[in-house]
């Protein structure tokens, strides 16, 4: 796999000689900047510079910035006492997400403008820096459009010449932005290479992931929009009418087969490991070639500078590498419970028979078998394995009158009722769930997606080097199944669909498709690689789906499967063990759902969190920009 990690050298060429004003310092040329006409006479350093701006992509979610930003939405619950915020508070700021950074498009658009007007690159070399560096540009303007419907197209370098007026444009619609992105990738996609193991690098596979995702938003948008018209702007910088759904569905669908069926290069799920939630854990572990579904990534290499810490502070507590940081990120009941049976039936996970009394386990695992076999792929489960050893997941010992007998600290030794003094024993679990302590599962559960099992990858001196996949084949079958289903083709959206659930044990294939089943399969697929919020966006579901109530059991366990359903606050299963010695249950397990007491705020997505707030500064600065429906 081809690499670039991070290049700091002749990043800042790209602001000399463009703006010459103010004060006298700044015509004075630093010495440590090259000057373009040698930079774009060298691909290496040309390559220099395009590195700094691969390093610099915009991800609303990633593993470089830790954990934080998969904790939200309530899939998750935050175990971290200065996190706390995320499950006290009732809603979003609506400058929540926003994104601005013309300083960012101004630099692709001067490397475009200097290797294009370079006479010393080899021509192959400059046709692929070209298209490199207007993929970047593209999808950064996919993360502008997601996150601030229509915004300024800006393709060229500006030079004030003592009028401000000349720099202010005015915003674009929103479908103008999603049509530039589309016609960028088709632009580029035959100057890139179609090369599978080019994944850190702007490939074919990657233009067409980007255009079949942003055109399927696009469709989404236009689409489900229709529901919110409080969300439009009469000038369509927000909105898209809904018209020009099918074209946008016809357009995604159309790139995502070009990656299907070969064009870009061998694409493939990953099928590598027998066991299939193993195999799907380690389809984010897997830097190898053998893993070719990965089309683009944010790449990270142990020793180079450029790693992160999403292991050190997510890996199970007692299976820490320093016995410290740890255990921040707790996926909820919430999401645990989605993953379907392997009947493809919906059901919430067994605690209570019929009657309402606990059902006794042997084996904690136990609870979870007949799942999807992404759920313990995606979950560290408790007594799972993670680096060889297994988590020590319970809330304490269950007595025969029904009390709770465990402890704020697993180390505090306690004698079980009956006991000698000699006697001692843990009463509750190394790695929690302990009400409140920090760094240990308030949920029952870690994460395992993206959990990093290399020796030392827990530690902050090493940490980890595990990739952040951007665009990856699983999604792009079920965008072309969505986009297929859209567009009345359910046949074939069916086949892209199954061949993803197949991969994840659930072998009888579906026969028909629902609305709530697109939305479900890309729950479970997709969870923390950054899809939540944007999907929930572009169907217009965010407001219904949390809705700022509160949340009881019986809501939690009902309606899975819905799209609709709501999810406002992060549930937790605690394991209990039995204590009642001479009893056929003493040493088995129950579960309890529970919420966390630090769970006081509801999700609460109001209509103008739907494009965020564009600052005053921004707005004071260029009166032509028309304000979001929210201001």
Not at 169 to 179: G, I, L, Q, T
Not at 327 to 346: A, H, I, Q
Request: hydrophobic share 40%; proline share 4%.
């Amino acid at each position: 796999m081809k690499k670039i990690f991070l290049i700091t050298m002749g990043a800042a060429l790209l602001v000399t000689a463009s703006c010459k004003k103010d004060s006298d310092f700044l015509d004075i040329p630093p010495k440590q900047i090259l000057p373009s006409d040698i930079v774009f006479s060298d691909p290496a350093l040309a390559l220099a510079v395009l590195g700094d701006l691969y390093n610099r992509q915009l991800d609303f979610s990633g593993l470089d910035n830790g954990w934080a930003s998969f904790v939200d939405f309530s899939e998750a619950f935050p175990s971290e006492n200065g996190s706390a915020f995320f499950v006290t508070r009732n809603g979003w700021d609506f400058g929540e997400w926003n994104t601005w950074d013309y300083a960012y498009i101004r630099e692709l658009n001067l490397f475009i403008e200097r290797a294009t007007a370079s006479t010393a690159l080899a021509a192959a070399d400059k046709t692929r820096f070209l298209a490199e560096a207007r993929f970047l540009r593209a999808n950064y303007y996919f993360e502008m459009v997601k996150r601030m419907g229509g915004v300024p197209i800006i393709t060229s370098s500006f030079t004030y010449n003592g009028d401000v007026t000349d720099l202010q444009k005015p915003r674009a619609k929103e479908s103008e932005v999603y049509d530039f992105i589309i016609s960028e990738a088709e632009a580029i996609k035959n100057d890139l290479p179609a090369d599978v193991n080019q994944k850190s690098r702007a490939s074919k596979g990657a233009a067409l992931a980007m255009e079949a995702r942003a055109a399927l938003y696009a469709g989404s948008i236009a689409k489900y929009g229709a529901s919110t018209p409080q969300v439009t702007l009469a000038g369509d910088e927000v909105g898209i009418p809904a018209a020009m759904a099918n074209g946008y569905y016809t357009k995604a669908l159309a790139a995502a087969n070009e990656i299907i069926n070969g064009a870009a290069g061998g694409y493939k799920l990953y099928q590598v490991l027998p066991n299939l939630s193993d195999n799907f854990a380690n389809l984010f572990i897997d830097k190898s070639n053998a893993n070719q579904e990965p089309i683009f990534i944010e790449d990270f290499k142990v020793g180079s500078g450029k790693v992160h810490s999403f292991t050190v502070n997510n890996q199970p507590y007692s299976i820490s590498d320093e016995g410290a940081d740890a255990g921040r990120l707790n996926p909820s009941l919430n999401l645990v419970e989605s993953f379907e049976k392997l009947d493809n039936t919906y059901a919430p996970i067994p605690t209570t028979d019929g009657s309402g009394n606990p059902i006794y386990y042997d084996d904690q695992l136990d609870i979870f078998a007949g799942r999807d076999a992404r759920l313990a792929g995606t979950v560290l489960l408790p007594n799972a394995q993670f680096k060889g050893e297994h988590t020590d997941i319970w809330a304490g010992y269950q007595l025969a009158d029904g009390s709770i007998f465990t402890s704020g600290n697993a180390n505090d030794l306690r004698n079980l009722p009956g006991t000698p003094e000699s006697a001692k024993v843990q009463v509750v679990g190394q790695d929690g769930p302990i009400n409140g302590l920090e760094f240990r599962t308030q949920s029952g559960f870690y994460v395992r997606k993206y959990l990093d099992p290399a020796t030392g990858s827990g530690r902050r001196g090493r940490q980890s080097d595990v990739a952040f996949i951007r665009y990856r084949y699983g999604e792009v079958l079920l965008n072309a199944a969505e986009a297929a289903f859209e567009l009345g083709q359910t046949s074939v959206a069916l086949n892209y669909i199954n061949q993803v659930r197949a991969r994840a044990g659930l072998t009888t294939a579906l026969t028909t498709l629902s609305f709530d089943r697109i939305v479900h399969e890309r729950r479970v697929e997709l969870v923390f690689e950054g899809h939540t919020l944007y999907d929930m966006k572009r169907w217009r579901l965010a407001h219904r789906v949390w809705n700022g109530q509160q949340m009881t059991v019986a809501e939690l366990v009902s309606n899975i499967g819905s799209a609709t359903k709501k999810n406002t606050q992060p549930f937790g299963l605690w394991p209990y063990k039995i204590y009642n010695p001479g009893n056929v249950n003493n040493g088995k397990w129950i579960f309890k759902e529970v919420k966390p007491s630090a769970v006081t705020g509801a999700n609460n997505f109001q209509l103008g969190n739907y494009y965020s707030r564009i600052n005053d500064n921004i707005l004071s600065a260029n009166p032509k920009l028309v304000k979001q429906p929210n201001q």
